[in-house]
Nanobody, 122 residues
Framework: QVRLVESGGGLVQAGGSLRLSCTTS????????MAWFRQAPGKERDFVAG????????YYADSVKGRFTISRDNAKNTVYLQMNNLKPEDTAVYYCGARMVHSTSPADFPFWGQGTQVTVSS
Protein backbone atom coordinates (compact mmCIF):
# COMPACT_ATOMS: atom_id res chain seq x y z
CA GLN A 1 0.00 0.00 0.00
CA VAL A 2 1.42 3.34 -1.06
CA ARG A 3 1.36 6.08 1.57
CA LEU A 4 2.48 9.69 1.39
CA VAL A 5 2.41 11.67 4.63
CA GLU A 6 2.97 15.42 4.68
CA SER A 7 4.01 17.38 7.73
CA GLY A 8 5.41 20.77 8.65
CA GLY A 9 2.50 23.04 7.89
CA GLY A 10 1.31 25.71 10.27
CA LEU A 11 0.60 29.37 10.85
CA VAL A 12 3.33 31.86 10.03
CA GLN A 13 3.55 35.60 9.54
CA ALA A 14 4.26 37.10 6.15
CA GLY A 15 7.99 37.00 5.46
CA GLY A 16 8.46 33.89 7.53
CA SER A 17 9.55 30.39 6.56
CA LEU A 18 8.28 26.85 6.78
CA ARG A 19 9.69 23.51 5.72
CA LEU A 20 7.28 20.85 4.56
CA SER A 21 8.16 17.17 4.49
CA CYS A 22 6.52 14.29 2.65
CA THR A 23 7.55 10.81 3.69
CA THR A 24 6.57 7.90 1.50
CA SER A 25 6.20 4.17 1.92
CA UNK A 26 5.04 1.32 -0.26
CA UNK A 27 6.85 2.50 -3.37
CA UNK A 28 10.43 2.57 -4.60
CA UNK A 29 10.94 6.23 -3.84
CA UNK A 30 14.08 6.63 -5.94
CA UNK A 31 12.11 5.61 -9.05
CA UNK A 32 9.55 8.38 -8.66
CA UNK A 33 9.39 12.02 -9.59
CA MET A 34 7.91 14.00 -6.73
CA ALA A 35 5.95 17.22 -6.72
CA TRP A 36 4.21 19.67 -4.43
CA PHE A 37 0.84 21.14 -5.23
CA ARG A 38 -1.40 23.48 -3.30
CA GLN A 39 -5.09 24.13 -3.15
CA ALA A 40 -6.75 27.20 -1.70
CA PRO A 41 -10.44 27.16 -0.75
CA GLY A 42 -12.66 27.24 -3.82
CA LYS A 43 -9.72 26.93 -6.19
CA GLU A 44 -8.12 24.18 -8.22
CA ARG A 45 -5.08 22.25 -7.14
CA ASP A 46 -2.06 24.03 -8.59
CA PHE A 47 1.50 22.90 -9.25
CA VAL A 48 4.09 24.45 -6.95
CA ALA A 49 7.36 22.55 -7.40
CA GLY A 50 8.62 19.27 -8.81
CA UNK A 51 11.76 17.18 -8.94
CA UNK A 52 12.80 14.27 -11.12
CA UNK A 53 13.54 10.87 -9.61
CA UNK A 54 17.27 11.55 -9.60
CA UNK A 55 16.96 15.06 -8.29
CA UNK A 56 18.85 16.31 -11.32
CA UNK A 57 16.06 18.61 -12.47
CA UNK A 58 13.70 20.84 -10.56
CA TYR A 59 10.67 22.81 -11.69
CA TYR A 60 8.83 25.69 -10.06
CA ALA A 61 5.69 27.69 -10.57
CA ASP A 62 6.51 31.29 -11.44
CA SER A 63 4.78 32.47 -8.29
CA VAL A 64 7.26 30.67 -6.02
CA LYS A 65 10.53 30.88 -7.96
CA GLY A 66 13.30 32.27 -5.81
CA ARG A 67 11.33 31.68 -2.60
CA PHE A 68 10.64 27.92 -2.51
CA THR A 69 13.11 25.08 -2.88
CA ILE A 70 12.26 21.44 -3.43
CA SER A 71 14.71 18.74 -2.39
CA ARG A 72 14.69 15.03 -1.74
CA ASP A 73 16.52 12.47 0.36
CA ASN A 74 16.21 9.10 -1.32
CA ALA A 75 17.72 7.37 1.70
CA LYS A 76 14.84 8.66 3.82
CA ASN A 77 12.13 8.29 1.15
CA THR A 78 11.29 11.93 1.77
CA VAL A 79 10.78 15.06 -0.29
CA TYR A 80 10.95 18.54 1.19
CA LEU A 81 9.67 21.98 0.34
CA GLN A 82 11.54 24.86 1.92
CA MET A 83 9.35 27.93 1.77
CA ASN A 84 10.90 31.32 2.47
CA ASN A 85 9.53 34.85 2.36
CA LEU A 86 6.00 33.52 2.63
CA LYS A 87 3.12 35.69 1.49
CA PRO A 88 -0.57 35.61 2.42
CA GLU A 89 -1.35 34.35 -1.08
CA ASP A 90 0.67 31.21 -0.30
CA THR A 91 -2.07 30.17 2.12
CA ALA A 92 -3.42 26.78 1.03
CA VAL A 93 -3.41 23.10 1.74
CA TYR A 94 -0.16 21.69 0.38
CA TYR A 95 -0.08 18.19 -1.09
CA CYS A 96 2.76 16.02 -2.27
CA GLY A 97 2.31 13.70 -5.21
CA ALA A 98 4.33 10.85 -6.66
CA ARG A 99 4.59 9.86 -10.29
CA MET A 100 7.18 7.97 -12.30
CA VAL A 101 7.71 10.88 -14.71
CA HIS A 102 7.61 14.58 -13.91
CA SER A 103 4.38 16.40 -14.64
CA THR A 104 2.77 19.65 -13.58
CA SER A 105 -0.78 18.34 -13.97
CA PRO A 106 -2.41 16.97 -10.83
CA ALA A 107 -4.55 14.65 -12.95
CA ASP A 108 -1.39 12.74 -13.89
CA PHE A 109 -0.49 11.79 -10.33
CA PRO A 110 -1.72 8.42 -9.00
CA PHE A 111 -0.45 8.87 -5.45
CA TRP A 112 -1.18 11.71 -3.03
CA GLY A 113 -0.73 12.61 0.58
CA GLN A 114 -3.53 13.90 2.79
CA GLY A 115 -2.25 17.47 2.73
CA THR A 116 -0.93 19.92 5.29
CA GLN A 117 -2.35 23.38 5.94
CA VAL A 118 -0.16 26.43 5.48
CA THR A 119 -1.58 29.73 6.65
CA VAL A 120 0.31 32.99 6.17
CA SER A 121 -0.95 35.99 8.08
CA SER A 122 -0.37 39.56 6.93
Amino acid sequence: QVRLVESGGGLVQAGGSLRLSCTTSGLTFSNYAMAWFRQAPGKERDFVAGMTWSGARTYYADSVKGRFTISRDNAKNTVYLQMNNLKPEDTAVYYCGARMVHSTSPADFPFWGQGTQVTVSS
